[in-house]
């Protein structure tokens, strides 16, 4: 018998260790305990009570087991005071411990704790520390980590830094967490820094605007301006300097970007104030105040930086969940595995498992490398690999994959594909290279920068030399004032404002309607899809088998029911669960069943009444002697032909009916699916079930192409093929199964109720589950590229007319001038027109 317990108390895994060697130390126990989540299944030759298992966990540490039910899910106890008490005082840094050594390499018979409980000590031979119970690790040398440019794949360095062509900051190509933590953290303490002098400046520049200004009455406008000089110092040279320097590099490499506007815009600002500040007297009156003072720029030179370090923040947050997926996948990998040796079982590290090796799977287990069963039958749930929910019964022969889990029987396998040969390895493979592999979207307003920046630079330096030979004197003030005031217009506020404003409305909109969008990549490539991909079982359908119907060829449907409901109730097979799902809804009365037993591949057998009844496919029928009408048949294959599941039902060796189990097509996705056709999107499904369901379901929903029979590099290729051939191809998916196909694809849609791979794997996650998601994405998507272009159009009119006006071209007609301060002030209407424009997404109907 098989049952799982709750076990309280453990943070490690020593403390995992420690309560799984005392629990098998019980006689006739064999336990398989798991940190997360905190549980130990327990199988034992005969009953033993829970008080036992506390007996010996008491005198183990500060455990506490009970039986699993639903209240005590996700209820966990620290082990920190145990630990403490144990170990005569030492206070152990988890976190530290498990920081300190990342990106290893395993060196020769060299083992430590990784707790360091008693300082650099080392052993020669694994085990467990003596101290803390955790496990030794071996001690390692630390390797290299390369970095790659996001935008510029070709660009690889042995050091962090800045891309050469771009500017943008190099990232971990196999990041660890620290990394990605270090450069999130590093990036919100110079935002903080950022806001907290920013805001002050902005306040002071502002109050200008007030009649009677009541700051004046604290200060002179000369210290306030000395005090927005000393605040915008540590925003300008600690919080952006990278943008300068990023600045300089576009300059010097000439790639010019979204950084030289960055860059010369707010240099500009800052070196005129520092200019009107010190220098006020070289200014003609028409750019004094009524104070006799030059209207100061630091604002302008602080919000700038401080929006676009807000951008960089998100941007950093964004990579830091680039390798989610592949963590997520290698939490499916068993670290554990026992080899069968001269008859002998030995519980080895996964990484020494050798082709050729004997390994004995036991019960819920996970299969540690892909091979072939040699001894033994069980069923095995391969959803993580296929995606389907119903585990495949395997025998002897039947091939195994790395892992899937095994269900309640004990088999033993031999080892064909070892470490990166594995399935498993090579799915991990895929999603990594294919999250590598795809630069991001080179976005519009950086591409408009390339020939806006230069445009605007000439301009000014032009707007100069005409001044300083045509105009009044003093010609050069005058030549300079009005360059100025052209490249302070043309800063990049607006700009930088336009896609990110619509971006972040548009995220929250989605959020609001159950549509999870990682970053602007995915709404922009949403908008352009004409292909999607989408799986059947837990996408299409519910994911769920449920019973359609009981046919009796004698008119006794719920006699057969109550029989065949009573069988199942002892198997945990998800098709028997949905049997006695059934029968509990038309509260049929469950009755006692004598000589359970499950044939691999056929079905179950049992003994109601003295009765003997059968439930399986044509093979279990064939072999009881039990033979099936002709009559009975043709109905049962009509019901094949529609893609059901059929159970044949016997009775004293007598074929009575049949049960139809079907996995339903969830309510949204025809509707969802027709309106995707009708915007021209090409609807594809790909499935790893058989023929005959895809097909009917296909047919049901009227899809010009299916494939069934999929494997994951199945669908990965078909997606390759499709962008080959210049598609822009979305991929919906809930399973492991679809995480490199969602990672390959111009925009991943995972379901909300899949896997957290797939979700980790997808650009798009609907949180509900529901096709209709894909339908609400792709409006929200189109709503919002045109938001931004209507942004971008915003940003550039103000500089397509205020560029000339800046450069004095209306002074010869109407002896008008725009002072630098009035550049400001339509650069800031450019900014807030922008930013009304991007809130009226809130109002958006999906």
Request: glycine share 8%; hydrophobic share 40%; aromatic share 6%.
């Amino acid at each position: 018998m098989t049952h799982q317990y709750i076990i309280s108390g453990m943070s490690c895994n020593g403390c995992r260790t420690k309560v799984e060697k005392t629990l098998n130390e019980v006689e006739g126990v064999q336990a398989e305990v798991t940190l997360n989540p905190p549980t130990a299944t327990i199988t034992m030759e005969k009953h033993v009570p829970t008080e036992k298992f506390q007996e010996v966990l008491s005198a183990a540490g500060n455990y506490t087991i009970e039986m699993d039910s639903p209240k005590n899910h996700g209820e966990t106890k620290s082990c920190c005071s145990s630990h403490k008490k144990e170990n005569n005082g030492h206070n152990h840094d988890h976190h530290k411990a498990e920081t300190k050594k990342v990106n290893q390499h395993s060196a020769n018979g060299v083992y430590y704790c990784p707790m360091h409980c008693e300082g650099d000590k080392t052993y020669n031979k694994p085990g467990d520390c003596p101290v803390c119970g955790m496990d030794l690790v071996p001690q390692v040398a630390i390797t290299a980590t390369q970095f790659i440019c996001p935008m510029h794949p070709e660009i690889v360095s042995n050091e962090p830094g800045d891309c050469p062509i771009c500017g943008m900051d190099l990232i971990p190509m196999q990041a660890s967490e620290s990394e990605e933590n270090k450069t999130y953290s590093d990036l919100l303490k110079k935002m903080k820094i950022a806001i907290l002098f920013t805001l002050p400046i902005f306040i002071i520049s502002m109050s200008e605007m007030i009649p009677n200004n009541p700051l004046y009455n604290i200060m002179s406008i000369e210290k306030w301006n000395w005090v927005q000089l000393l605040f915008s110092i540590p925003v300008l040279f600690y919080a952006g300097w990278m943008f300068f320097v990023r600045a300089y590099k576009s300059i010097v490499t000439w790639n010019l970007n979204m950084f030289t506007l960055i860059g010369i815009g707010t240099s500009v600002a800052f070196l005129f104030s520092i200019v009107g500040m010190f220098f006020p007297d070289i200014f003609p009156a028409e750019f004094k105040s009524h104070h006799g003072t030059i209207h100061l720029y630091f604002e302008a030179a602080t919000v700038i930086i401080t929006l676009v370090l807000l951008g960089q923040l998100l941007e950093a947050k964004a990579h830091g969940q680039t390798n989610g997926a592949i963590k997520e996948l290698l939490k499916l990998a068993p670290t554990e595995a026992t080899l069968v040796e001269n008859g002998i079982d030995k519980v080895i590290s996964i990484h020494n498992i050798k082709k050729g090796d004997l390994l004995r799977v036991k019960p819920g287990e996970k299969i540690p490398v892909d091979g072939k069963i040699t001894t033994g039958e069980s069923s095995i749930d391969e959803s993580m690999i296929t995606g389907e929910p119903i585990p495949v019964d395997k025998k002897v022969g039947d091939t195994v994959i790395s892992g899937t889990i095994n269900g309640t029987k004990s088999f033993v396998m031999i080892a064909e594909k070892v470490g990166s040969e594995t399935m498993l390895s090579q799915i991990i493979q895929m999603v990594n290279d294919a999250s590598r592999s795809r630069a991001p979207i080179q976005k519009l307003a950086d591409h408009v920068s390339k020939y806006f920046v230069p445009t605007v630079v000439i301009i000014s330096i032009v707007t100069f030399f005409i001044w300083a030979k045509f105009g009044p004197e003093p010609a050069y003030v005058y030549g300079l004032i009005n360059a100025i005031a052209v490249l302070i217009i043309a800063c990049p506020c607006a700009l930088g404002l336009a896609t990110p404003m619509s971006v972040m409305v548009g995220v929250g909109k989605g959020a609001q309607n159950g549509i999870l969008i990682k970053n602007a990549e995915a709404l922009e490539n949403m908008n352009k899809i004409d292909v999607l991909i989408t799986d059947k079982t837990g996408t299409i359908t519910e994911g769920k088998p449920s019973v359609e119907k009981v046919y009796s060829v004698t008119n006794e449907e719920d006699f057969l029911l109550q029989n065949i409901a009573s069988l199942n109730q002892h198997s945990e097979h998800p098709l028997a669960q949905a049997v006695v799902n059934f029968a509990k809804s038309k509260n049929s009365v469950l009755k006692e069943v004598q000589g359970f037993e499950t044939i691999a591949g056929k079905g179950v057998l049992g003994t109601i009444e003295s009765k003997k009844v059968a439930l399986g496919n044509k093979k279990l029928m064939d072999e009881i002697g039990a033979s099936v009408s002709s009559d009975l048949e043709q109905k049962v294959t009509v019901e094949q032909n529609l893609g059901k599941t059929i159970s044949y039902i016997a009775i004293e060796n007598v074929v009575l009916g049949y049960v139809a189990i079907t996995d339903a097509i969830k309510e949204n996705s025809a509707k969802a699916i027709k309106e995707l056709i009708d915007q021209g999107v090409e609807v594809i499904m790909m499935t790893g079930d058989n023929y005959n369901t895809a097909k009917a379901v296909a047919e049901h929903l009227h899809l010009s192409s299916f494939k069934a029979d999929c494997l994951p590099h199945d669908k990965l290729k078909e997606i390759e093929r499709l962008q080959a051939q210049g598609k822009i191809v979305a991929m919906a998916g809930d399973g492991i199964n679809d995480a490199p196909a969602l990672a390959q694809s111009n925009i991943g849609i995972a379901m909300g109720t899949g896997t957290d791979v797939a979700i980790e794997s997808a650009k798009i996650t609907l949180v509900k589950g529901d096709l209709n998601g894909i339908v609400k994405a792709k409006n929200l998507s189109h709503a919002v590229m045109s938001n931004i272009k209507q942004n971008l159009f915003f940003a550039f009119i103000y500089n397509t007319l205020g560029v000339p006006i800046a450069a004095g071209i209306l002074y010869p007609f109407l002896g008008i001038l725009l002072s630098p301060m009035l550049a400001a002030v339509a650069m800031s209407l450019s900014s807030v027109s922008v930013i009304v424009n991007a809130l009226r997404l809130r109002n958006l109907k999906l």
